[in-house]
């Protein structure tokens, strides 16, 4: 009999998705706009500009977003993918100005694609 996975904040993880996309014309304008929409889409949240996160289950589900977004990532510029244990993640400071803000927490549901 199978037993359960147990989901441990070090095998959840979390993965960022930081760019540099040119944005000189309107053509790589529209490219860098449709890849931002692109990683909306998949379920990331801006947490800057150019800098989107997402939480996961786990290595397999990262990786499937990770073929995911090579194909979408437009012909010039720079895109980096960052992984983070969900444990690493919580102890992330972020700030708003001076004022600290709470580090995001992993969903309530999880939802697996």
Not at 6 to 31: C, H, I, N, Q
Not at 103 to 111: A, D, G, M, N, T
Request: proline letters at 5%; one cysteine or more; hydrophobic letters at 40%.
């Amino acid at each position: 009999m199978n037993q359960p996975t147990l989901l441990s904040g070090y095998r959840l993880m979390w993965m960022m998705v930081l760019f540099d996309l040119p944005v000189k014309t309107a053509d790589e304008r529209k490219k860098a706009t449709e890849f931002r929409q692109f990683l909306l889409d998949c379920g990331f949240e801006m947490a800057q500009l150019s800098v989107y996160v997402r939480f996961c289950s786990g290595k397999d589900q990262s990786d499937t977003f990770v073929k995911q977004i090579r194909p979408a990532i437009p012909v010039r510029g720079k895109v980096h993918i960052l992984f983070f244990t969900d444990k690493q993640y919580e102890m992330s400071l972020m700030f708003n100005g001076k004022k600290k803000k709470e580090s995001p927490k992993k969903p309530e549901q999880l939802v697996l694609l």
